[in-house]
């Protein structure tokens, strides 16, 4: 009995491995193939203003105090979920001014969400409650194994209807290898959202990431306010929270 066990043990550690190789190569099949592609037209960047540049030069300056990073980030995430909000589908609409006037404007078609990837994402929420206040919100943890190096769901919430949004803002701060990038579009995905409703917003990303995700995701958007070098090291979340 006890020996049926250990070689069920060892088929299921087999397995696992097997995947886990897998997954891997796939990963750096996808890095070495995306290296030196062109961007994808689906990849935003926010304008590079004199503002933005100063912005930038704030945040990523290691002398500037908690006080004034948060303040400045949530400033840049406000543009960034606004950027975002440009890819969202709209309908015409008539509204009556205060002056008695018809104004021919433009509203969402139907609803709005957001997927905070934790627990870098938070950060973004301030700025997207600005720009959508009534916003619902879920969550996924995703982290990296730290033997393979593959992302892992340990935490999933998501809006009971979230398949009938008619877009979904997928938040985190930065994007390094794409590798959790990839499992947060999939579980929306396999949730029933539509690609094309999806609108990946970040702060940071590197040149493979962005073509890992757009190559096996060619119809989604990603809002990036910088490209970096890839596998930069993650402190956003660090600096945000001073933790």
């Known amino acids: 009995m006890l020996m049926d066990k250990d070689m069920v043990v060892k088929h299921i550690q087999r397995i696992l491995t097997e995947k886990s190789q897998k997954h891997r190569a796939e990963l750096q099949r996808l890095g070495k193939a995306a290296e030196h592609e062109p961007l994808s037209q689906n990849v935003l960047f926010?304008?590079?203003?004199?503002?933005?540049?100063?912005?930038?030069?704030?945040?990523?300056?290691?002398?500037?105090?908690?006080?004034?990073f948060i303040f400045y980030f949530d400033r840049l995430s406000t543009l960034l979920v606004e950027k975002a909000m440009d890819n969202i589908h709209f309908k015409a609409a008539k509204v009556c001014t205060p002056r008695g006037y018809e104004y021919d404007g433009l509203l969402p078609v139907g609803e709005v969400s957001a997927v905070v990837i934790l627990p870098s994402g938070s950060a973004i929420e301030t700025g997207m409650k600005r720009v959508i206040p009534d916003c619902r919100t879920g969550r996924l943890l995703i982290r990296s194994n730290y033997r393979t190096g593959e992302p892992q769901l340990h935490y999933r919430k998501l809006p009971t209807d979230i398949a009938k949004h008619e877009g979904v803002l997928l938040?985190?701060?930065?994007?390094?290898?794409?590798?959790?990038?990839?499992?947060a579009v999939k579980v929306l995905v396999d949730h029933g959202v539509p690609e094309d409703k999806i609108v990946f917003v970040t702060y940071f990303a590197g040149r493979m990431g962005l073509n890992r995700l757009t190559k096996?995701?060619?119809?989604?958007?990603?809002?990036?306010?910088?490209?970096?070098?890839?596998?930069?090291?993650?402190?956003?979340?660090?600096r945000y929270y001073g933790c």
Not at 171 to 183: I, N, T
Not at 216 to 238: C, G, M, N, S, T
């Open 46 to 68: 926010l304008p590079q203003t004199r503002q933005l540049l100063g912005m930038n030069t704030i945040i990523q300056d290691p002398m500037t105090d908690e006080v004034d």
């Open 171 to 183: 938040l985190d701060p930065q994007m390094s290898s794409g590798g959790a990038a990839l499992m």
């Open 216 to 238: 096996v995701f060619p119809e989604i958007k990603v809002v990036v306010a910088e490209l970096v070098e890839d596998f930069d090291k993650r402190w956003i979340q660090k």
